[in-house]
């Protein structure tokens, strides 16, 4: 028997103790080893595809089963920007969820100010097996040492890399290597358009495009410092180095190597065009391996489709890539008993488990933060697998490392101009990130 | 003379008709379709039609219960905005000597003109405060709110333009208000009234934000709410998706044709009496 | 006239049902904006609220990209009055009229509608798609080659695109309020017209329009507090992009609260939102007087 400390009433302790089970009762007890509660009800928000959110529902009908006096209740929004609306919604409106999904970084920066969300750091450490059980570069979510934060306030839950996927078939006809530095993809790149094919095709539309080109660019030439310069305004975003980035995207619009029409073209039609043969090249994040799979392709059945490291700008930093933890889970604490906190931890612990994540990816194959064990017949997955294993710095959008939480949105935001019609230049995207963090000051 | 006019006028009427029948005809053809197809030309004939694109959007969204739900929420809006908002309008159009009337309008105007996002965190922690949230009978009175400044306004515009003198014969008929609302002015409130359901009646069918916010049970799910299931990661299945559009579109336009066929043979009827 | 006790009475009580509704949950949150516009707030409930005083009023009314949004939002207002109008009087005439077919008329201008912003929005951005869109293949059918381009994402056309595709959807809607008033002018009125000897033009113009100022008077309000607080279809077919360029003032609210967590700053656009939409309905509710006054 543990110890109480709280003053569960006597009635109550005298049931747990006579049913010799061990109450949830002690604040150091953070190994939560059979942990029982009496009656927590816990809100879980989840953003997940369908076949994930039935998996979810069905292992959580298992686990508010149990005997462990916690009742679990999902809510699930698959599309991104109706799922934050209503994140937003309930944390200003005192009902927020006790286990949420979000992707870290700087978009939580506001409530780890707020003191909302629970250092996970000391439950992992009474639990070394579950600590054990994530991939070391799936923790980057959890950490907020950078903004004056100790411990771990995140469970990895997806991880992820930017890849370069390419279309075999497409490049044996046109006699192209795939490219591994910059310079022999811009050399493809003018070999496909000379022949009349178009090398990629970017959905710009979505800013989050060029979001992610431009971190990519960024870690392949700089390093994985360059985050923390810039989020320490060391290296400024209208300072030669990110200029040149910029100047990189602008020189791939200009010779058309990314398309058309890009901000009409959103990232649904883009994946679209991949799959179709539309274009030689795509990159994306790992978790395309599954809608690849979905598509219906031919060249998915014919094997055609490749996937390797995006090209590397500066040799030194060729094994630097932008990925990490992608989606975590956060525990919210602000107007939330010490006994929901406990409860919450036991039911991340739940889905945090090899047979939980084995599998979700059997039904849904995505790269897990988990170490998991399941065999997949998706050979691009696989792929990726081995790709990501060997992957030596691991660093996610570069405004993830900001200090002010609206950088993510202003500088995507603003790198749409390279692909507008006038005032297209990198000095004029430079520019209008200044002018627009002026604005928040 | 009148042969040309009409044969113009019907040559325009049936080009606008073209125009706003197109979306149906891509949704339908959509439907039929995968997003490849969908990308490489909207008119396109679907190489296989893909009739489970519906059972796979049935399933998906739970269609039947979705639509049900949906129906449910836009007759239950519909009705309590037609009653709430004709009994204001009466008082705001026919009692309009009274002195706190004036200050009123003006409430009704700040509902007709307010954002709704800028209501959503208020609304939220009053619904977490009464036990709102996944309770249908809260999210009745929030769709019925939103509707009822907008039906209000028009329908006071509309009773503002009705002669009084109907009024006073039937007062001295001996007529009271509840009499004189229901069987003199309703009748010919019809046109407006039909109309403005008709709005509410799609409103409360396809509301999402609110809906969004409020429910979490996936059996309460209305149509819009349920339309979000076909994201996955990162991409859209969209011909699932425009399955479940026509799916869902079909009671909408059923009962539109039905109600306003009959609504309007009514206010025919009550404006050649008047 | 003397005020009986009764006509309170049936006043407070017939008013008093909507009143409450809407004070509760329309006005308590506009209080609530009010509020919250002179303080900052990340919008996390229990957390504190700072009073900044004017300084989110001043940061907007200072920002080109509010002006910019309030442009957009006025080339809405100007699309309603100088298109919308016109449009959908002259289908409430169509629908309204002796011709055959009204019904499935009435049905199909409707459609658009009936089947939603998002699916609408969706068409017409596939449409509008300057490579393989039916616009664009009409116009290299008319050899308008140069007339080509990336229409959505060039500023200030996008939001013509968006306002053009905003009448067409809500020409129906619009018509059916329109029609409403139309079908309440007594039969004989256009009889006796006739009889005057009016051609068809002039019955529009003497008969059908006097007797439909009130329609064109809710028409208009409605139509300015709609296109100062218009979101969906924007949103849906350009998100406010690329880069803000077409963001609506609604847009902006959404954005400054829900995506950069400035939930004070997002107050001070509401407010501001309702003090234009108050001023101009004010005007319009005064130029309607006026011309009442006249005819009368």
């Known amino acids: 028997m543990k110890k109480r400390i709280f003053s569960i009433a006597l009635a109550v302790a005298m049931t747990a103790s006579m049913a010799g089970a061990t109450v949830y009762a002690a604040e150091e007890d953070f190994a939560l080893t059979d942990a029982k509660f009496e009656d927590v009800n816990l809100k879980l928000y989840l953003q997940m595809n369908d076949t994930a959110n039935n998996y979810f529902q069905e292992k959580i009908d298992e686990f508010n089963a149990m005997d462990n006096g916690i009742t679990v209740e999902i809510t699930n929004i698959a599309t991104e920007s109706d799922y934050l609306d209503r994140l937003a919604a309930d944390l200003a409106g005192n009902d927020a969820p006790n286990v949420f999904l979000e992707y870290g970084g700087a978009r939580v920066i506001d409530y780890m100010d707020s003191d909302a969300l629970v250092n996970l750091q000391p439950y992992l450490e009474a639990d070394q097996d579950w600590y054990g059980g994530f991939q070391e570069s799936a923790w980057e979510p959890a950490h907020y040492e950078d903004y004056g934060y100790e411990g771990l306030y995140a469970i990895p839950f997806t991880n992820y890399q930017i890849l370069f996927f390419y279309n075999q078939e497409i490049l044996d006809a046109n006699g192209i290597a795939v490219p591994t530095t910059w310079d022999e993809l811009m050399a493809a790149c003018a070999t496909l358009k000379e022949k009349g094919v178009q090398p990629f095709i970017v959905g710009e539309k979505d800013d989050y495009r060029f979001g992610h080109l431009s971190t990519v660019l960024a870690l392949k030439k700089y390093g994985a410092d360059i985050a923390k310069q810039l989020g320490s305004r060391e290296v400024a975003y209208d300072g030669e180095e990110m200029l040149s980035i910029y100047a990189m995207i602008k020189e791939m619009i200009d010779n058309g190597y990314l398309g058309d029409n890009l901000l009409s073209t959103d990232a649904n039609q883009e994946n679209s065009a991949f799959t179709n043969g539309e274009c030689a090249f795509q990159f994306q994040g790992s978790w395309r391996a599954s809608s690849l799979a979905s598509s219906e392709s031919e060249y998915y059945a014919n094997k055609s489709f490749g996937v390797s490291r995006f090209p590397s700008v500066a040799e030194e930093y060729a094994d630097i890539d932008m990925g990490g933890g992608n989606e975590s889970f956060f525990v919210w604490k602000l107007g939330k008993t010490d006994e929901e906190v406990a409860a919450s931890i036991v039911l991340l612990k739940y889905i945090s488990t090899v047979d939980f994540c084995n599998g979700l990816q059997a039904v849904s194959p995505n790269t897990m933060a988990v170490k998991t064990s399941v065999e997949t017949d998706n050979y691009v997955l696989n792929d990726i697998m081995g790709i990501m294993a060997e992957t030596k710095g691991i660093v996610g959008d570069l405004q993830n490392y900001d200090t002010q939480s609206h950088m993510i949105n202003t500088v995507r935001s603003a790198l749409q101009k390279l692909a507008m019609t006038e005032d297209n230049t990198p000095e004029a995207v430079g520019a209008e990130i200044i002018n627009t963090m002026s604005m928040y000051e | ?274 | 006239m003397k005020v009986k006790r009764k006509d309170y009475v049936i006043g407070i009580a017939f008013v008093l049902p909507a009143l409450i509704l809407i004070l509760c949950l329309i006005v308590y949150p506009v209080i609530n904006a009010l509020i919250l516009s002179f303080q900052t707030w990340k919008g996390i409930y229990g957390t504190p609220r700072t009073w900044v005083g004017l300084k989110n009023y001043t940061g907007i009314l200072s920002s080109e990209i509010f002006w910019k949004s309030m442009l957009n939002s006025f080339w809405f207002i100007v699309g309603g009055f100088g298109v919308l109008m016109p449009l959908s009087f002259g289908l409430a005439l169509l629908i309204t009229s002796k011709l055959k077919f009204t019904r499935f008329m009435k049905t199909s201008y409707f459609m658009p509608v009936i089947l939603g912003t998002t699916t609408v929005a969706l068409m017409w951005t596939y449409m509008l798609n300057p490579e393989w869109g039916a616009v664009a293949q009409l116009f290299k059918f008319l050899h308008l080659d140069g007339a080509i381009f990336d229409w959505l994402s060039t500023p200030t056309l996008n939001v013509w695109c968006v306002v053009l595709v905003n009448e067409w959807m809500y020409a129906g809607y619009n018509m059916l309020i329109f029609a409403a008033g139309l079908v309440a002018i007594p039969d004989e009125l256009h009889e006796a017209a006739i009889i005057d000897g009016c051609n068809g033009w002039q019955k529009i113009r003497f008969v059908t329009l006097p007797l439909c100022k009130n329609s064109f008077k809710i028409f208009s309000i409605l139509c300015v507090t709609g296109c100062l607080k218009v979101f969906d279809i924007v949103w849906a077919m350009t998100r406010g992009g690329p880069n803000n360029v077409s963001s609506t003032p609604a847009i902006m609210l959404y954005t400054q609260a829900f995506q950069y967590k400035l939930f004070g700053r997002s107050g001070a656009y509401s407010i501001i939102l309702l003090v234009f939409g108050l001023i101009l309905s004010v005007v319009m509710n005064r130029v309607f007087r006026q011309e009442s006054d006249l005819y009368s």
């Not at chain 2, 009409?6 to 706003?20: D, H, K, R």
């Not at chain 2, 490849?36 to 030309?41: L, P, T, V």
């Not at chain 2, 009337?101 to 619904?127: S, Y």
């Not at chain 2, 349920?226 to 859209?236: D, E, K, P, R, V």
């Open chain 2, 1 to 274: 003379m009148n042969k040309v006019k009409n044969t113009v006028l019907y040559v325009f009427s049936f080009l606008w008709c073209a125009i706003t029948l197109l979306p149906l005809l891509i949704t339908v053809l959509a439907s039929f379709k995968n997003n490849d197809e969908i990308y490489s030309g909207l008119f396109s004939i679907p190489k296989t039609w893909r009739f489970s694109n519906f059972s796979n959007a049935a399933q998906t969204a739970d269609a039947l219960v979705s639509i049900g739900n949906s129906l449910l929420m836009a007759f239950c809006t519909t009705l309590m905005v037609t009653i709430i908002g004709m009994l204001a309008s009466y008082a705001l159009s026919r009692k309009s000597f009274l002195k706190f009337m004036k200050p009123l309008n003006l409430i009704f105007m700040v509902g007709v003109m307010v954002p709704v996002h800028c209501t959503i965190i208020p609304i939220n922690t009053i619904a977490t405060a009464v036990g709102g949230k996944d309770n249908y009978f809260f999210l009745l009175l929030v769709y019925t709110t939103f509707n009822l400044a907008q039906a209000i306004f028009l329908y006071t515009g509309f009773m503002d333009g009705i002669d009084r003198s109907m009024d006073e014969a039937a007062i001295i008929d001996g007529c009271g208000d509840i009499k004189l609302l229901t069987s003199v002015l309703l009748p010919i409130c019809k046109p407006i009234i039909a109309t403005e359901a008709i709005f509410v009646f799609i409103y409360g069918y396809s509301e999402l934000i609110f809906s969004l916010i409020l429910i979490s049970n996936e059996a309460k799910y209305t149509v819009s709410r349920a339309m979000l299931s076909f994201t996955g990661n990162h991409t859209i299945d969209l011909g699932p998706q425009f399955a479940f559009v026509v799916m869902a579109m079909i009671p909408t336009v059923v009962i539109y044709i039905l109600f306003h066929e009959k609504v309007e043979a009514g206010a025919l009827a009550g404006a050649v009496k008047g």
